[in-house]
């Protein structure tokens, strides 16, 4: 098992480092594949021996070799955070088809989570793609296709009701579509349970970042906070640890 461990925290680490394009790039409409990883300074080609994931910016410092510009630690970081997943995910999963299905799902959370905090965007061309890919995949290897239907309509469906509601309370619009898309992929990944615990866990965390956020910078209800990463780390939280979390519950209240 310990093989498979290490094996999965170096994949993680190297398709990290290709998340780090994807954040980057996507946003902007630009190719994923082309050209080569550049210094975002003087934009000279990355040499392979300095982008190994993880150990080229330890060893450069955070620096460029070429003109010595700072590179932003959030590389390295987006690396670890997928390693750790692919390690958590294998040591939860074991070696089965489902668990690289999963890779997938958080590979696509952790590009949507830095994009939308970055941009305050969630790009369609993750999401949209998500929800047939979660559909099947979860439809022959997980939840079932009438857990994953029911929670495709039940996550997209949800958000869409709360952001018009929204509007027609305010006048304004609360929600992004982006959310409401992001919410149908999540379903089809884990199902309808799934959506509605990272609902609640998602509103817990958001309420509570977003209530220390306003009281910090003093903006009150104008303040805007992407809800994104929020529902990354609801789903996140249900893959992991979500049906013992909902047992410990139920035990609470005494059924």
């Not at 190719?31 to 060893?59: Q, T």
């Not at 009438?146 to 869409?160: E, Y």
Request: charged fraction near 10%; charge should be positive.
């Amino acid at each position: 098992m310990t093989f498979f461990l290490v094996s999965s925290f170096i994949f993680g680490a190297i398709v990290g480092s290709f998340l780090n394009v994807c954040i980057l790039r996507i946003p902007e409409g630009l190719s994923i594949v082309h050209p080569p990883s550049r210094c975002p300074g003087c934009e000279k080609k990355i040499a392979f021996y300095d982008n190994i994931p993880i150990l080229s910016w330890l060893m450069l410092r955070g620096k460029c070799r070429n003109c010595q510009i700072k590179i932003s630690p959030r590389y390295p970081l987006v690396e670890v955070i997928t390693a750790c997943l692919a390690t958590a995910l294998m040591w939860r999963f074991g070696l089965q088809p489902v668990t690289l299905i999963f890779f997938l799902f958080t590979a696509a959370l952790v590009v949507i989570t830095f994009i939308d905090m970055d941009h305050r965007i969630i790009p369609d061309v993750i999401s949209l793609p998500g929800i047939p890919l979660g559909f099947l995949a979860s439809g022959f290897f997980y939840t079932g296709f009438v857990d994953s239907g029911i929670g495709i309509l039940v996550g997209g469906g949800s958000l869409l009701a709360v952001a018009l509601g929204y509007r027609l309370l305010t006048g304004r619009d609360g929600m992004g579509g982006g959310d409401i898309k992001l919410l149908a992929m999540i379903g089809a990944f884990i199902g309808w349970q799934g959506v509605l615990f990272t609902i609640f866990a998602s509103s817990l965390t958001g309420t509570l970042i977003g209530i220390l956020a306003m009281i910090r910078q003093k903006e009150g209800m104008r303040l805007a906070i992407p809800f994104g990463p929020f529902l990354a780390f609801g789903a996140l939280l249900y893959l992991f640890w979500g049906p013992e979390i909902i047992g410990l519950y139920m035990q609470s209240l005494g059924r």
